[in-house]
T-cell receptor
Framework: EAQVTQNPRYLITVTGKKLTVTCSQN?????MSWYRQDPGLGLRQIYY???????DKGDVPEGYKVSRKEKRNFPLILESPSPNQTSLYFC?????????????FGSGTQLSVL | AQKVTQAQTEISVVEKEDVTLDCVYE???????LFWYKQPPSGELVFLIR??????QNEISGRYSWNFQKSTSSFNFTITASQVVDSAVYFC??????????????FGTGTRLQVTL
């Protein structure tokens, strides 16, 4: 089944403790992206990747890191999480290198930073 | 800079009513794509439609229809004879396809639709 898999689904952590949210897609998609969803703000792009080893910042990249060593994986790393990073996170992928194709989303990761 | 405005934060209707969700966008590009996504209470995001800037034809898919008007920079979504299963948050999104912006997708803040019996 074609899908984007995110793990974990829920994560509670404490300020400053490094964490990684994994994202994997099995559709051989070029483009992958991370978004965070906050009440009243919609979805905002954190980072995106147009192909292996090609990543760039979105609208809200501060406090986050990403890597794209393999086409299928695009982990989101929070080196030193802070409470303002408490949010619902979505990974997404699409077939083309641009966002003119529809996005396939993961199930989301609800992160709470205490 | 591109921008998407969904001015309706929440809409509540009774089942079988028609409802229109508004989406107004701003862009300097002549080539762009517009999308609608649905987020039901379970939380996943589901693609509904994509429209490019050169195709102003309205689209109908079952009870769903979309009205794209470049003159008013709007891409509105209408649900006819709404059902409880339509209850969700709906997001409008804009993708510019100019040089250096091909990777940017901007979402609106979403409209929460509540359909009651």
């Amino acid at each position: 089944e074609a899908q984007v898999t995110q793990n974990p689904r829920y994560l509670i952590t404490v300020t400053g403790k490094k964490l990684t949210v994994t994202c994997s897609q099995n559709m051989n998609h070029e483009y992958m992206s991370w978004y965070r969803q906050d009440p009243g703000l919609g979805l905002r792009q954190i980072y995106y990747s147009m192909n292996v080893e090609v990543t760039d910042k979105g609208d809200v990249p501060e406090g986050y890191k990403v890597s794209r060593k393999e086409k299928r994986n695009f982990p989101l790393i929070l080196e030193s999480p802070s409470p303002n990073q408490t949010s619902l996170y979505f990974c997404a992928s699409s077939l083309g290198e641009a966002t003119n194709e529809k996005l396939f989303f993961g199930s989301g990761t609800q992160l709470s930073v205490l | 800079a591109q921008k998407v405005t969904q001015a309706q934060t929440e809409i509540s209707v009774v089942e079988k009513e028609d409802v229109t969700l508004d989406c107004v966008y701003e862009t300097r590009d002549t080539t762009y794509y517009l999308f609608w996504y649905k987020q039901p209470p379970s939380g996943e995001l589901v693609f509904l439609i994509r429209r490019n800037s050169f195709d102003e034809q309205n689209e109908i898919s079952g009870r769903y229809s979309w009205n794209f008007q470049k003159s008013t920079s709007s891409f509105n979504f209408t649900i006819t004879a709404s059902q409880v299963v339509d209850s969700a948050v709906y997001f409008c999104a804009l993708s510019e396809v100019g040089a250096g912006t091909a990777s940017k997708l901007t979402f609106g803040t979403g409209t929460r639709l509540q359909v009651t019996l």
